[in-house]
Antibody, heavy 126, light 110 residues
Framework: QVQLRQSGPGLVKPSQTLSLTCAIS??????????WNWIRQSPWRGLEWLGR?????????DYVESVKSRITINPDTSKNQFSLQLKSVTPEDTAVYYC????????????????WGQGTMVTVSS | QSVLTQPPSASGTPGQRVTISCSES????????VNWYQQLPGTAPKLLIC???QRPSGVPDRFSGSKSGTSASLAISGLQSEDEADYYC???????????FGGGTKLTVL
């Protein structure tokens, strides 16, 4: 059974860096059929996909344009986990952050988010 | 403004059939493949429908999806009190090279 376990601080000061880690059990961050995503949810922005990393013959990364200059998602094969770093945070980055696996569910072309972490409420405040 | 538009709320009585729509705001993205998620209070979203109308194993057949042109729909038949939740549509946008979500629909079972 695949599980994602998130860790990281729930309070970050403005202008600092938000850092979260997602530990994977039951699958591999180097899987050639999965992608590893970060999604956040806030009352004012709803669900917002932030970015993903995935391995096929090399590591690839996609990020949403709105945070592209501030975000890094890194895989760590030695610990079978992946991380999120979001720099220069403001109160608008306050949200519940989820790490999420995506893959084809019932055959080619059925890519979707199927396994979610437990969520981490991150508040940006001094 | 979300690329995918959902009604903010929907409601129905137990046993009824309700539908929730998800419309693409750009006419050039009729090729969106839509997924649907259910989010119960205090929990992470759960996949209900993928590729417009495919139900993953374990999802009750009371849930069904369809798509016509630039509009997708989630239908819930035999409505139950435990279906009271927020429902989101989502799709991969090739031009944005990222996933986009609808704003969500809060379903109330009266």
């Amino acid at each position: 059974q695949v599980q994602l376990r998130q860790s990281g601080p729930g309070l970050v000061k403005p202008s600092q860096t938000l850092s979260l880690t997602c530990a994977i059990s039951g699958d591999s961050v180097s899987s050639k059929s999965a992608a590893w995503n970060w999604i956040r949810q806030s009352p004012w922005r709803g669900l917002e996909w932030l970015g993903r990393t995935f391995y096929r013959s090399k590591w690839s990364y996609d990020y949403v344009e709105s945070v592209k200059s501030r975000i890094t998602i890194n895989p760590d094969t030695s610990k079978n986990q992946f991380s999120l770093q979001l720099k220069s945070v403001t109160p608008e980055d306050t949200a519940v952050y989820y790490c999420v696996r995506s893959q084809d569910i019932v055959g080619p072309g059925t890519n979707a988010f199927d396994i979610w972490g437990q969520g981490t409420m991150v508040t940006v405040s001094s | 403004q979300s690329v995918l538009t959902q009604p903010p709320s929907a409601s129905g009585t137990p046993g009824q059939r309700v539908t929730i729509s998800c419309s693409e705001s750009r006419s050039d993205i009729g090729s969106y493949v839509v997924n649907w998620y259910q989010q119960l209070p205090g929990t992470a979203p759960k996949l209900l429908i993928c590729r417009n109308n495919q139900r993953p194993s374990g999802v009750p057949d009371r849930f069904s999806g369809s798509k016509s042109g630039t509009s997708a729909s989630l239908a819930i038949s035999g409505l139950q009190s435990e279906d009271e939740a927020d429902y989101y549509c989502a799709a991969w946008d090739d031009s944005l090279k990222g996933w986009v979500f609808g704003g969500g629909t809060k379903l109330t079972v009266l």
